[in-house]
Structures are given as C-alpha cells and as structure tokens.
C-alpha cells in the first residue's frame, strides 16, 4: 500500500509584501515535480474567520501554510487554534517578526522546502482582549508606531523607521496600572508589551527571556522612551536598567490606563483602550520550524 500523499494548503494573503515576487507562482513551480499536493486559497478582501476555517475544514489538508506577515499567520492560528495541523510560514511581510523567531528562513524557496521537511513544534498563544496573540501585543508607543506605519502608502523597514520618528515626536507616556501576585505596579509608561516572542520584525530585542514553549508570557514595562536600552541589551546581552525597563512573568493579567490608549496585537493596530485583559493559552497551536531546533 503507497504512502499518503501530503497535502498542503496555502493560504495567500495577496495584500502582503511587494509586487517582486510572485507567490503564487513560486508556490506552482515548487510543488509542479514534486508528489506532494499544494491547494491555493487567496484571501479576499475583508475576509470573514469562518470563512477562513470553512475553507481548511472543506480541504482537509495535512498542513496549512501561511503566506503572508504576521497578521496572516494570526488568522491561520485563530482557524487552527487546539488542533493538531501544522502550521507553515512563507514570509511575505513587512516584518515578519514570528518567522524570524521560528527560523523560518525568510527566501520563499526555503521557506517553502521547510513546508515539506521541517519538524512540529507546539507552542502556546495569549488572549488578548479576545484576540489571539502569537507574537506580540503592546500599548502605547509602539502600538502609535504601528497606527502610523499603516497611515503610510509604502511597506519595508524605511516606512518603519518613519512612522517611528513621527511616533516619538507625537506619542506621550500613559499612567497604567496592573497587578503581579501581590505586588500592585502603578507607572507612567512609554509602553507595555506582552510578549509571547522574544523580539519584534524590525530585529529589536523586547524580551530576551521569553520562550514559546513554557507556561508562561512577559510583561515589559518600557518607563521611557528607551530604545537605546533595548539595543544595548540586544548587542551586549548586559541587564536592563530597572528605571527604564523592567519585566514580569504571568500567565494572566489586567492592565488598566488612566485614559484611552493605542493597542496593537501581532502588528494589526485595533484602536484605543483603557483595559488589557491577557491570558495564556497553553498547547495553542502547531507550527513547523528548522529540524535543528529543540
């Protein structure tokens, strides 16, 4: 009796990346001499979740594979959360923050092998205010970032870099308040991440703890605008200042503000807010990663 035959569906977000390379094309030619079976389900505009899972139910593909950025990988996690398909990630986004964290190379041929040949790693996921986090949700200043980068016309680092500027210049620090245990913080803060990852699409290092695997998430306090913290931290490995950052473990929290502030989850900015609510959610979903990792 022959072997199943592999299937997998690709989920394109065509929205995603820039005009050079044609995904669509890449993923027909890789799979056209190969045995495995490839579907191709392009998202439409203002596609609905349900819409999404009808699809991969309909399919009954042995992986689904996420073609696109971290809001993508989002939505395939949200169809997928509690099963046992593995996930794959062809990046095509701007940043591409949670297939930089998994190894996922980032040159589409690659990314596409590791479909095929990767290993199956079970991670866990946040809720964050009833929206799934895989990578990283924040309040505050890099959440304006993010409200900005999406006000622009153009995608890549550049546009990052000036939605930053225009960021610092414009966003003012937020009075926040949470429990940990029994200790009660109430900070003015540039921001707050919850971190399910350990660093953002741009390479910035937020929580070099953090672990996907584990029973639990961080909490980053930036008290200033410390970017040159984060960065000395990333390239000297030395601890944080505690007066400019510190971090929590939890596996749940509520955060409340003073006033409403901006809040973003895995790079989709979703308005303003004056309460986080955050839980683990352990076990959530399966992805595929490099065969070198644990």
Not at 2 to 25: C, H, M, R, W
Not at 29 to 50: D, G, M, Q, T, V
Not at 129 to 145: K, P, Q, R
Request: charged residues 25%.
């Amino acid at each position: 009796m022959n072997a199943k035959t592999l299937k997998l569906l690709f989920i394109v977000n065509p929205g995603s990346g820039t005009s050079e390379i044609d995904y669509l094309q890449e993923i027909k030619s890789f799979f056209e001499p190969r045995e495995e079976e490839a579907e191709i389900y392009e998202l439409p505009e203002h596609c609905a979740l349900k819409e999404v899972k009808a699809v991969i139910e309909k399919s009954k593909a042995d992986r689904v594979i996420a073609v696109g950025g971290d809001g993508t990988l989002k939505l395939v996690a949200e169809c997928l959360l509690g099963s046992k398909v593995p996930i794959g990630i062809i990046p095509a986004g701007s940043a591409n923050g949670m297939a930089k964290e998994l190894g996922v190379p980032l040159a589409v041929k690659e990314a596409l092998d590791l479909t095929i040949t990767g290993q199956v790693k079970q991670i866990h996921a946040i809720k964050v205010n009833d929206e799934l986090c895989i990578h990283l949700s924040d309040i505050g200043f890099n959440a304006y970032i993010v409200k900005k980068f999406d006000e622009l016309e153009d995608r890549g680092m550049l546009t990052y870099a000036k939605a930053a500027w225009q960021a610092f210049w414009n966003h003012r620090k937020m009075d926040v308040e949470f429990k940990v245990g029994d200790q009660l913080i109430r900070q003015k803060a540039a921001m707050v991440a919850l971190a399910n990852a350990t660093a953002y699409g741009s390479g910035l290092e937020i929580n070099p703890e953090g672990k996907l695997d584990d029973q639990l998430f961080e909490v980053i306090l930036v008290k200033e605008y410390a970017v040159m913290e984060i960065i000395k931290i990333w390239i000297s490995k030395l601890p944080w200042n505690p007066k400019k950052i510190e971090s929590f473990q939890v596996s749940a929290l509520k955060i409340h503000t003073k006033h409403q502030v901006h809040f973003q989850v895995d790079g989709e900015y979703l308005g303003k807010v004056n309460q986080i609510e955050a839980k683990l959610i352990p076990k959530a979903v399966h992805v595929l990663v490099p065969k070198s990792q644990d």
